[in-house]
Every structure is written in structure tokens, then in C-alpha cells.
T-cell receptor, first 115, second 112 residues
Framework: GAVVSQHPSRVICKSGTSVKIECRSL??????MFWYRQFPKQSLMLMAT?????????EQGVEKDKFLINHASLTLSTLTVTSAHPEDSSFYIC???????????FGNGTRLTVT | GQNIDQPTEMTATEGAIVQINCTYQTSGFNGLFWYQQHAGEAPTFLSY????GLEEKGRFSSFLSRSKGYSYLLLKELQMKDSASYLC?????????????FGQGTTLQVKP
């Protein structure tokens, strides 16, 4: 079955630094990837839609200059949290879409803690 | 706007049957998904409905009524490992690609 790999699984960084999270589709090409954020005991909130070779589409209220998304190839999208603050601490999950008739496949998520 | 509602918490007994309801109001509809999520882990796919009716997959079944904006997930022969959060998600938009909008999730606790 389709596999999405996300790295790192956990990261702790200091306030003001930047963190890059990678999302790879391992056995299929994904023209579209989605980035979600999940705070404790809450559901997944869509942050942005990442399209290969073009600019990402951000949801309302998500700062595009703070959450930089790059989707340079059909198998890799990256999310960079710039100038991280403690309130950015969250669980970040990517998902990738291969066959339009198949469900979205999720990466294992990245637990970000900003100290 | 987009609105997906499901109960926050449910409790059921091991071996029993539980039904988790989901109602939605979205701009466009192209499928409804149910995912299971254990604490600290990513969601795993359970079922998908795009046409009205019941989809059965082992101990799990999902029902959809597009005219009512309603779905439910039915879990039979509950096991302790079924204790998790269950997420209802709608693929909004007019095509069969596109983002999923998630409900807030239902935390199910299975008791012995």
C-alpha cells in the first residue's frame, strides 16, 4: 500500500530558531500534499495545500511567511517553521494524494516542542 | 462555511456495538472518510463513502446519507484496542481530489 514517510518524528528547538520537516511519498508520486497541525485533544487543522512545482495554498489564518512550504518534486514536500515560538509547539502531520480514488495517506507526524 | 460535528466522547463495553455519528455542512462534497487515531500517532484510514448507503469492512461499517448530511461509523465486537479517537472527514470541493476537512474527533473509551 501507499506509504508516506515523515521526518523527524520528534524535534525540540529553541525559540527563534527554524525547523524543517520533510514529507516523502515512498511508492507513488504525489502532485498534491497537505500539511495539518494538531494541538492536544483537538482535531487536525489543515494549514496548507502543497502543489508540486507551484506555490502552496494556505488556509485562512496561517502565515505563509512563517510556515514555508516547498514541493520541489513529486515525492517530497517540506514545511519549515521559521522563528519558532512556544505557541508553535504542536503535532504536524503531512498527507499525500496519489490515486484520486484512494484515501489520503498520512505520515507518522512530527512532534515539535519549542522551548 | 465548513462545519463537521461529531460527539466529543463516548464510552462502550468490550464486546458491544457502538455507533459514532457525524453531521456535516460543507461547500461541495466528494466523499466522507473515517479515520482512527491513537494518542500521539497519525490517523489511519478506516472507511470511505461517496455514495449513499452502507459500506462494510470486517468489524467496521460506515453509512452515508448525502441528502441529510449525515454519516455514522459502526464498530462491532468492541475490543480494548478500539479505544482511540475517531475522526470524520469530508473531502470538500467538486472533484475527487482535494483537501479533507476534519471534525473534532470522537474519543471512544472501551471498558472491560
Amino acid at each position: 500500500g501507499a506509504v508516506v514517510s515523515q521526518h523527524p518524528s520528534r524535534v525540540i528547538c529553541k525559540s527563534g530558531t527554524s525547523v524543517k520537516i520533510e514529507c516523502r511519498s515512498l511508492d507513488f508520486q504525489a502532485t498534491t500534499m497537505f500539511w495539518y497541525r494538531q494541538f492536544p485533544k483537538q482535531s487536525l487543522m489543515l494549514m496548507a495545500t502543497s502543489n508540486e512545482g507551484s506555490k502552496a495554498t494556505y488556509e485562512q489564518g496561517v502565515e505563509k511567511d512563517k510556515f514555508l512550504i516547498n514541493h520541489a518534486s513529486l515525492t517530497l514536500s517540506t514545511l519549515t517553521v521559521t522563528s519558532a515560538h512556544p505557541e508553535d509547539s504542536s503535532f504536524y502531520i503531512c498527507s499525500a494524494e496519489g490515486d484520486p480514488n484512494s484515501p489520503l495517506h498520512f505520515g507518522n507526524g512530527t512532534r515539535l516542542t519549542v522551548t | 462555511g465548513q462545519n463537521i460535528d461529531q460527539p466529543t466522547e463516548m464510552t462502550a463495553t468490550e464486546g458491544a456495538i457502538v455507533q459514532i455519528n457525524c453531521t456535516y455542512q460543507t461547500s461541495g462534497f466528494n466523499g466522507l472518510f473515517w479515520y482512527q487515531q491513537h494518542a500521539g500517532e497519525a490517523p489511519t484510514f478506516l472507511s470511505y463513502n461517496v455514495l449513499d448507503g452502507l459500506e462494510e469492512k470486517g468489524r467496521f461499517s460506515s453509512f452515508l446519507s448525502r441528502s441529510k448530511g449525515y454519516s455514522y461509523l459502526l464498530l462491532k465486537e468492541l475490543q480494548m484496542k478500539d479505544s482511540a479517537s475517531y475522526l470524520c472527514a469530508v473531502r470538500a470541493g467538486s472533484s475527487n481530489t482535494g483537501k479533507l476537512i476534519f471534525g473534532q474527533g470522537t474519543t471512544l473509551q472501551v471498558k472491560p
